[in-house]
């Protein structure tokens, strides 16, 4: 696992009660119990995390964490998406 | 105005606070008994469990005055040179309803006036209240939150009539000096009015009355874009309480308590997480009141047993876009 996979699973075990072993790469937000409430909560966990800005619309229920892994490695490249 | 001349150089102190909510309660069961919702529902997804809503006869002036009365108490002062009345739901469209407040205060005569920023009325108001003061133009203002948005909400609104509650809180300031307990210091205040359309009452204003569109029902009702409005509310009461710190000379671990807007649970917890504060350093009573609007702020520093010399950040967000924060130490003052 990449420490961008490995951060996003950290931040759904610690901060939104997902169990580790209900994660993997192809978990949708929706699988995992985030409601879209959560969803808004996780996109500002993520932007603090990674130092990057998400809007409200780009993770959504049916986004999995290797999408949302893919975001943030494309904000991150400069990747203006 | 009052005749006072000009005597810069003063600073606003809090001097009494006083709240008012209006008898009658609805719980979430209650809710759950008109409405497609469940106790477990609203908890979950706001926090709440109670919120006070007027009865007829009442309405925000009735609640403003009687916060207003008992913040005069508080203070052991029994009038003010000025009235500042945060609301968006005020009596009527027009006037403003802070005369009929100081009217019924007793405090014919002095200015009184609306200040309408939403959900971030009171610290505009108390911004107001202290330019007042600094300016020598008052001695002691009344800066009052109020509202009742129960009479804006649409019946059968599951999200927002779980939301919202009714509810005024008010606050005296008085002249004193900068660095004494209870001393207003900077403010942080913006607007965005790109995003207005995300918290809005459509209709009965003057660009849908100079439409000569008449307005549907459901217009007349509050709306509110919640997952935008959430991260909105994070985002900008996080970066107005840092610029406010900064402006201060305080870090965000000197805070001893933050008294944000009460518009929901995990708003707190997020803004909590996001300045990087432990939860229990984020005062909440929306449990028992709901979102109380331009009241939460006083409500919630009423409920949060603050100790006097504690230092305190007020944030606040809500329609327009605005937002604003201060900080004080706390004052040895006895909510009433």
């Known amino acids: 696992m990449d420490s961008q996979t490995a951060g996003i699973v950290e931040l759904l075990v610690e ?17 995992l ?7 808004v ?15 409200e619309d780009e993770i959504g229920p049916d986004n999995t964490v290797q999408d949302v892994v893919r975001l943030i490695d494309a904000k991150l490249a400069g990747d203006p998406r | 105005m009052t005749g006072h001349g000009l005597r810069g150089g003063t600073t606003a102190v809090l001097a ?39 009865e007829p006869g009442s309405s925000t002036s009735v609640l403003a005055a009687e916060a207003g009365r008992r913040a005069l108490k508080s203070a ?15 009596d009527m469209p027009c006037p403003a309803t802070a005369p009929e407040v100081a009217d019924a205060l007793g405090l014919a005569g002095v200015p009184a006036f609306d200040v309408g920023a939403v959900c971030a009325g009171f610290v505009y108001a108390l911004a107001t209240g202290a330019g007042l003061i600094s300016t020598g133009i008052a001695e002691r203002v ?25 509810g005024a809180g008010a606050v005296l300031l008085r002249q004193g000096e900068p660095g004494e307990p209870g001393a ?52 900008r009461m996080t970066e107005s309480s840092r610029s406010v710190l900064a402006r201060a000379g305080w870090t965000a671990d000197d805070v001893d308590r933050v008294v944000a807007h009460q518009a929901n649970a995990r708003i707190l917890a997020a803004l909590a997480d996001s300045l990087g504060l432990p939860p229990h350093k984020i005062a909440s009573n929306i449990d028992r009141v709901g979102n109380t609007v331009a009241a939460s702020i006083p409500l919630a520093l009423a409920d949060a047993d603050l100790r006097t010399g504690e230092k305190v950040l007020l944030t606040a967000f809500g ?15 006895v909510p009433q």
């Open chain 1, 15 to 31: 901060r939104f009660g997902v169990e580790a072993d209900e994660v993997q790469d192809d978990s949708r937000m929706r699988d």
């Open chain 2, 184 to 235: 207003l210091g900077p403010f942080d205040l913006g607007s965005d009015g790109s995003l207005s359309q995300l918290i809005t009452v459509p209709a009965g204003g003057s660009r849908q009355r100079a439409s000569g569109v008449p307005a549907a029902e459901r217009d007349h009702y509050f709306t509110m874009q919640g997952k935008p409005v959430f991260k909105q509310a994070v985002t």
């Open chain 2, 142 to 166: 009344l800066v009052i939150g109020a509202d009742t948005f129960s009479t804006i909400l649409d019946p059968t609104d599951r999200t927002t009539r779980a939301i919202f509650g009714d």
């Open chain 2, 76 to 90: 052991q002062c029994d009038e003010a040179d000025a009235v500042v009345l945060a609301t968006s739901t005020p």
């Open chain 1, 33 to 39: 119990d985030l409601d879209s409430l959560a969803l």
């Open chain 1, 41 to 55: 909560e996780f996109g500002l966990a993520v932007e603090q995390q990674f130092q990057v800005k998400v809007s």
């Open chain 2, 16 to 54: 009494g606070l006083g709240t008012c909510v209006p008898p009658k309660v609805v719980t979430n069961d209650d809710l759950s008994l008109v409405l497609d919702t469940s106790d477990e529902w609203i908890v979950r997804r706001t926090g709440i469990r109670r919120r006070h809503v007027i």
């Open chain 2, 319 to 333: 329609g327009g876009l605005s937002w604003g924060s201060t900080v004080l130490h706390w004052p040895d003052v």
